[in-house]
């Protein structure tokens, strides 16, 4: 009796530990889908944020051309009184 009381107990403990394996591995499946998730977002984000910072500087960049353009335009409409 104390035998068969034994291996229950011991199966017990193996469905117990089986139980804690498997909650361990649907834990650790959703751990490494919500970090890549969330790694997908940064990167995303990241590409939206540098996109709209060239978009910025390349503006800036065609202004700055332009502003010495009209300068330049300028300077020699001026000279061009003196003639």
């Given at each position: 009796?104390?035998?068969?009381?034994?291996?229950?107990?011991?199966?017990?403990?193996?469905?117990?530990?089986?139980?804690?394996?498997?909650?361990?591995?649907?834990?650790?499946?959703?751990?490494?889908?919500?970090?890549?998730?969330?790694?997908?977002?940064?990167v995303d984000a990241?590409?939206?944020?540098?996109?709209?910072?060239?978009?910025?500087?390349?503006?800036?960049?065609?202004?700055?051309?332009?502003?010495?353009?009209?300068?330049?335009?300028?300077?020699?409409?001026?000279?061009?009184?003196?003639?």
């Amino acid at each position: 009796d104390s035998m068969f009381s034994q291996m229950t107990d011991a199966a017990s403990n193996l469905g117990a530990v089986n139980k804690r394996i498997s909650m361990q591995e649907d834990f650790v499946s959703n751990l490494s889908d919500s970090i890549s998730k969330g790694i997908g977002r940064l990167v995303d984000a990241d590409m939206n944020e540098e996109s709209t910072r060239l978009k910025a500087l390349q503006t800036q960049q065609q202004l700055g051309i332009q502003s010495l353009s009209i300068a330049n335009s300028n300077s020699q409409n001026v000279l061009a009184l003196f003639r």
